[in-house]
């Protein structure tokens, strides 16, 4: 269970089949699976989430919530478990599963472990963000991209995640027999302490913890109790118990910061100056260690230096280490034993530019000699000179800090020189940099130096960076460079000048920009010909440059027809052997590559498409369907502009005279056996025949 810092109460459920919450049917199979319910501090239900595993959670593990709320699970399963919508399998028998959920959903989910068994037991959030992780692990193990080192038994874990769902950080410590952290707790400056098991005793950090019984069995467990800092070094470690088996059951933190645990004890047990009995089989207990190793009068639990005495508690630099046992009393980088102002000022670090000398002395207010030369800097004209030089009336007549020779004879000494072995007579230093011009590789102080600098002398006062020198050459893309990717095209005519760099040279033999507009073909440019036809599509991506014209490219397939065309119209058939080259696209078309709307068989005016009689007579005069007029005349072509009505006409008829004679059954047999024998047109064509058969039964 775990109550958040803003009192919702989260519990853990480990169940079989299904569950029925609030409602819900969560769904399971026969193994164990997990659901996290969360309740507020009046007791109602607020969310939940479950995750399903193939094999089996184990009843071990914990919830955790970190400084910044976010909360988490540590678990052990088998087999496969579903989180969410990641899908975790253990490598060997079982694997640490840790987890990140948030109301109704997972946030992310990763696992660790070996061939063998290994455990989560507990969990606890770090004071800003992310958690650690205690339990067991056997033989070789991998979390993330760490390996743990091969256990000889069973060793225990303390494993670092971060918020995102990294293993940060695998720590592990044993002995000969079974070790096991089952609790961990994180004080606000990160420290964290954990407590376990062990049954032959075992190494935590510098501290040997012995085995308090001599038996190295299951059921003959002493405790330990250890903290680890947060600069990733144990501060102590410690154990209790006796002839029986003792194992501890909670932990937690007491008003003073003292680690406070309970535990379960058998026989007698040993439990810092104390010593516990059991009335039965098992009893319980509480211990609140409060230890004082270096007997100076502050328990461990509060002492900034628990294995060195000092009283007083001096620590300069507040950090988690008193002076008495600080490397470095003013956290300056400079070690106290060469630190000529070990307990100096503070929020600075020693380098070249802060303290000249490097004697952990801050140039600006702490140190008044910063070269070491002997003259203080009030008085010394070279306050910055070369380090070891000490003056001497011999090599500094006027005691002024400054050696008397000129080693390039360009009338500047060289402690005053800014280019003391090379003459430069006027001292020019655009970037004002301390370093001449003539002996600094980077005269404008832009971060590029010569020869790479295609602008080695431009304004100063500016640092290269990819945003304002985007190929890096030392010119600022908005003040001097017109190439600001140096590809060889002008930024005005580049349709991209901030594209990929120097990758168009002259001297190359393949054409890596084939419509010049300065964009790389293969990784930039879309339409490598400029025609406007994505590269995808192009039939022809490197074809003549420009958008085609009007009819230049009919089919749209990027190719100008005629030209690089072989198919203008995209029908399928050469232009070589297509009779109809200029096919609409989508026709479908034969052989000779015309469709059925450009054919003409019977070369009536009527395309095939539409053309109802395919068979016309020559030079028969047809209607808009292709078919002959009927009773056609010698009249001039503008009388026959009536014919398509009269053809009309004559096909109601004549539909109208056979369905006649299907039913009339008076006609007669001679009659109806005529009428039978004319088969009824199947197409327009046939309608001269039948009305002239028609005619001459009237008769």
Known sequence: MLVTSSNEIHLGVLYRDSLDFNGDIIPAGEQTNLVIATFNEGGQVLSHVALGSQNGIESIGGLCQDGAGQTYVAATFYGEVLVGETLLVSQGETDVLVASYQTNEWTW??????????????????????LSVVGELVGNTTFGTFSAETATS????????????????????GGVGTDRATGVVTNPLGDITITGTTSAGLTIGVDVLSDL?????????????????????????????GDGNDEPTDLTFALDGSPLLTFMLSGTANIGTHTATSYGGYDVGVWLYQTDRDSDGILDGEDN????????????????????CDEDDDNDGMDDVEDD??????????????????????????????????????????????????????????????????????????QMDNCPSLPNP????????????????????????????????????????????????????S???????????????????????????????????????????????????????????????????????????????????????????????????????????????????????QLDDDRDGVSNAADMCLNSSPGRLVDASGCAIINQTDEPISNQDDSSTLTTALFIIAAFLLLL??????????????????????????????????????E
């Not at 061939?115 to 959030?125: K, N, T, V």
């Not at 070990?342 to 303290?355: E, L, N, Q």
């Not at 009824?680 to 039948?690: G, M, Q, T, Y």
């Open 109 to 130: 989910a990763i696992s660790g472990g070996g061939l063998l068994e290994d455990r989560a037991w507990d969990c606890s959030g770090s004071p800003t963000q992310g």
């Open 154 to 173: 069973t060793d225990m874990l303390l494993g670092l995640v971060s918020s995102s769902g990294a293993w940060t950080s695998i720590v592990q410590a």
């Open 213 to 241: 019984d001599g038996i190295n069995d299951d059921i003959h467990n002493d405790i330990f109790l250890a903290t680890y800092l947060e600069n990733g070094t144990w501060a102590w470690a410690v154990s209790a118990g």
């Open 305 to 324: 230096c628990p294995r060195v005495a000092n009283t007083g508690q001096g620590n300069h630099d507040n950090d988690l280490f008193g002076d008495d």
């Open 341 to 414: 102002c070990p307990t100096g000022a503070m929020a600075w670090t020693s380098d070249a530019s802060t303290d000249h000398d490097s004697d952990g002395c801050q140039d600006d207010g702490e140190d008044f000699d910063d070269d070491e030369d002997t003259v203080f800097d009030f008085n010394d004209l070279c306050p910055l000179g070369p380090v070891g030089w000490i003056s001497t009336p011999e090599e500094d007549n006027e005691g002024d800090g400054c050696a008397d020779y000129d080693t390039d004879e360009d009338g500047f000494i060289d």
């Open 426 to 477: 006027t001292q020019s230093d655009i970037d004002q940099d301390g370093l001449g011009d003539v002996c600094d590789v980077d005269e404008d102080g832009d971060g590029i130096a010569a020869p790479q600098d295609n602008c080695p002398r431009d304004a100063s006062g500016w640092t290269s960076n990819p945003i304002n020198d985007h190929d890096q050459d030392g010119c600022h893309d």
């Open 479 to 597: 003040i001097t460079d017109n190439d600001d990717d140096n590809d060889g095209v002008q930024d005005s005519n580049d349709a991209c000048p901030s594209g990929d760099v120097a990758w168009n040279s002259a001297n190359s033999t393949v054409v890596l920009d084939h419509d010049q507009d300065g964009c790389r073909d293969s990784t930039e440019d879309e339409d490598d010909d400029d025609d406007g036809i994505n590269d995808a599509i192009d039939a022809c991506p490197v074809g003549l440059i420009g958008v085609a014209l009007q009819g230049q490219d009919v089919d749209g397939d990027g190719c100008i027809d005629g030209v690089e065309d072989e198919d203008d119209d995209n029908d399928g058939v050469l232009d070589a052997v297509d009779a109809c080259p200029q096919t609409p696209a989508g026709a479908e078309v034969g052989v000779q590559g015309c469709s059925m709307t």
């Open 661 to 698: 004679a299907g039913v009339v059954a008076s006609n007669g047999r001679a009659q109806q056996k005529q009428i039978q024998n004319i088969t009824p047109p199947k197409r327009p064509a046939d309608l001269d025949e039948a009305i002239a058969i028609n005619a001459e039964e009237q």
